[in-house]
């Protein structure tokens, strides 16, 4: 059963665009919510993250947006650069227990120059 | 130097074989974590150590024992190995004090069992 999901297995942008990035969830203890970058042949890498009781978090040209009423969140990338070309998972823990990370299954961002 | 080294990086080995792959860290985080990457999966939890003491399994830890043997050091045993275990597995540790779980990965092994 996954519990966070990330239904575009990829996504292509011109660079200096926008690219968004989504991701669905339907455990409602989860707390926080983490976006990670993973480059081929290395592990994942920590991106930006924001807590169940805020709305949006940046970070540079990085910001997450939380809708807790659609168990949705979403990252815009803006510009964005092909250096940023990398799979986007998105994590959430949950409130209890273990405090273990759920990922999604991934989208590929390919940003084209 | 990586703070999170995984050994081997690659392996490729036979069913029924018994095979360990090792995960050292030099961050002083107390948790570590054993992950599988599936295609099309994402990242499922085998098991989880908060302290050398403390060791938890995770969403999918049939087939799979771990031994934390320090602070710095968590491996993964698959006992008797079969090819539905070929995946990509990542090693992680985080710091307790961290408010948002953060987890740093190892670059990972990828592993096939024929």
């Known amino acids: 059963d996954q519990q966070v999901k990330q239904n575009s297995p990829s996504l292509s942008v011109q660079e200096g665009r926008i690219s968004i990035l989504n991701c669905d969830y339907t455990?409602?203890?989860?707390?926080?919510f983490l976006w990670y970058k993973k480059y081929p042949a290395e592990g994942p890498t920590f991106l930006i993250s924001?807590?169940?009781?805020?709305d949006k978090n940046e970070d540079g040209r990085f910001t997450v947006f939380l809708n807790k009423s659609a168990k949705h969140l979403s990252l815009h990338i803006v510009p964005s650069q092909p250096g940023d070309s990398a799979v986007y998972f998105c994590?959430?823990?949950?409130?209890?227990?273990?405090?273990?990370?759920?990922f999604g299954t991934g989208t590929r961002l390919t940003v084209i120059p | 130097d990586a703070d999170v080294t995984q050994t081997p990086r690659n392996r490729i080995t036979k069913t029924g074989k018994r095979i360990m792959l090792e995960c050292s860290q030099t961050k002083g985080h107390d948790r570590m974590y054993w992950y599988r990457q599936d295609p099309g999966l994402g990242l499922q939890l085998i098991y989880y150590s908060f302290d050398v003491k403390d060791i938890n399994k995770g969403e999918i830890s049939d087939g799979y024992s771990v031994s934390r043997q320090a602070q710095a050091k968590f491996s993964l045993s698959l006992e008797s190995a079969i090819p539905n275990q070929t995946a990509l597995y990542f090693c992680a540790t985080s710091d307790k004090q961290g408010a948002l779980n953060e987890q740093f990965f190892g670059p990972g092994t990828r592993l096939t069992v024929l």
């Open positions: 455990n409602s203890m989860f707390d926080y």
């Open positions: 924001i807590s169940s009781i805020k």
């Open positions: 994590a959430a823990r949950k409130r209890t227990g273990a405090n273990n990370l759920f």
